[in-house]
């Protein structure tokens, strides 16, 4: 199979290495200059995807498949679709669930779905104003799917005052940047301007976060659904910055009634949107229901890794699956294999992460090392992120922030899949390594026996610890 990966970052490199290992053909395009190292002496990276529709083409009765990472490039997606390409990602419809997200919120409200207020506006000072009429505890999410997760912000203060001050310091920021852009090196990083912003201000909710997951074939799901909790803050304890994700428990048993809830009935919708690929929802669990919070609408990363940690079918087979349900039976063809248990991840990183400011100067390029007592298929438990390979066969820092991968672990328990990675994490020998090692924690302390307590687990006799 020839395989063409289209992408910002090339988060994607585990999967297109693992598909290269299996015998494919695979080419990837990093639009973002910063990390055309990302893989670089791993795999083959071409400065221009549109040149490589011909060798796709050349594959003739074969098969050959294009590959996005993001949720920002649907249109192109559904145009390679109509040019007769296979394609795996997502489509128009997915970048609007995920990048709009009041727009979600509405096609979840219409699949029957409470959610929560959740108000959009276009300046800050619109956001003040709007607490200032009604007080409440909110959430801060900028839209766009390649907004900067560290500027999301859980209110804490019940009348918003936390979030209306922080809205207040975005603003004067903006307008030091509007008023003297070149008095900030770091300018660039953020277009933002004090009058031009896109976010929401959404109700807090209290309950259990989880998400619910599964790939659409372009005409139904695939089986079985995958359920997860995200850890997304960046210490232990989960204390600092929302960095999208530091690690996350994962399991494909017991899902089935959140699968039933909050993703079975947008079937409809996303195959009259013709999208094709992994999509997730996350979500908010209490006492009074079922509340959607957003939409991951492509590949998580590091979801995909997690998720692959328990894939007894390889990559290969779950793309063609996806890519091409009407050339495989029709028994096989909404099922792929995958282990019970837990896979846990843990995400390794080193600094600046997760902000790229001063990364070329304080980590790039510096050597990875593995612990001598690390074992042949723990090697392979570890899904590289922002790395290279050199001449010599020596493994570096690479990329633009430090996020160097992500270290699994698999068991029958939530303890010991988190005890499985958080012990491959530390055979790791990279200066100023940081991780989190606490996976897992919140749910052996009591959330998920309350998701249980809610009816939402189908599984009540599975090992936690």
């Not at 957003?294 to 793309?319: K, N």
């Not at 001598?372 to 633009?400: C, H, K, N, Y």
């Not at 991968?405 to 005890?419: E, F, P």
């Not at 530390?426 to 996976?439: A, C, E, G, S």
Request: glycine fraction near 12%.
């Amino acid at each position: 199979m020839r395989v063409l990966g289209i992408g910002e970052t090339n988060d994607l490199a585990a999967m297109y290495l693992a598909l290269q290992e299996h015998g494919h053909e695979v080419k990837v395009y990093i639009r973002d200059e910063a990390c055309h190292d990302v893989y670089a002496g791993l795999l083959q990276r071409v400065p221009d995807w549109s040149a490589e529709l011909g060798w796709l083409r050349a594959a003739g009765s074969g098969e050959s498949l294009v590959l996005f990472e993001s949720a920002t490039q649907g249109p192109l997606q559904d145009a390679l679709r109509a040019e007769g390409f296979r394609v795996v990602g997502g489509s128009t419809l997915g970048d609007r669930l995920e990048a709009d997200r009041s727009f979600g919120q509405e096609v979840l409200r219409a699949a029957g779905l409470p959610v929560a207020r959740c108000t959009r506006f276009a300046s800050y000072a619109e956001g003040i104003a709007h607490i200032e009429r009604a007080p409440a505890r909110l959430v801060l999410k900028f839209n766009g799917a390649g907004s900067e997760r560290t500027r999301n912000y859980v209110g804490q203060a019940p009348d918003g005052s936390d979030v209306a001050a922080l809205l207040q310091g975005y603003a004067h920021h903006a307008a030091a940047r509007d008023a003297n852009p070149g008095a900030d090196p770091h300018a660039t990083l953020d277009t933002t301007t004090a009058h031009e912003v896109d976010y929401v201000l959404m109700d807090h909710l209290e309950g259990v976060e989880v998400g619910v997951g599964a790939y659409f074939n372009g005409e139904q799901f695939m089986q079985p659904v995958c359920m997860d909790f995200e850890h997304k803050r960046f210490f232990p304890g989960d204390l600092g910055e929302l960095t999208g994700e530091m690690g996350t428990i994962v399991t494909y048993r017991g899902g089935e009634r959140l699968f039933r809830a909050a993703l079975a009935p947008l079937a409809p919708v996303l195959r009259d949107g013709g999208y094709c690929g992994y999509i997730n929802v996350n979500l908010i669990a209490n006492e009074e229901g079922l509340w959607p919070l957003e939409f991951t609408s492509r590949f998580g990363y590091p979801g995909f890794a997690i998720c692959g940690a328990l894939h007894t079918d390889p990559w290969d087979m779950v793309l063609r699956r996806l890519a091409y349900s009407d050339r495989t039976p029709p028994a096989e063809r909404l099922n792929f294999g995958t282990r019970g248990g837990f896979a846990a991840g843990v995400v390794l990183t080193v600094p600046p992460f997760p902000y790229r400011q001063g990364y070329a100067e304080l980590s790039k390029g510096t050597p990875i090392l593995l612990g001598p007592g690390m074992t042949d298929a723990q090697r392979t438990d570890i899904a590289w992120g922002e790395v290279a390979l050199e001449e010599g066969g020596q493994l570096v820092a690479s990329g633009a922030c430090g996020y160097l991968g992500v270290a699994l672990g698999r068991g029958d328990a939530i303890s010991t899949a988190n005890d499985a990675a958080v012990a491959l994490a530390r055979q790791v020998l990279v200066p100023n390594l940081r991780y989190r090692t606490d996976i897992g924690e919140r749910l052996l302390a009591g959330e998920w026996a309350r998701l249980q307590r809610l009816g939402w687990i189908e599984s009540p006799g599975t090992h936690l610890a």
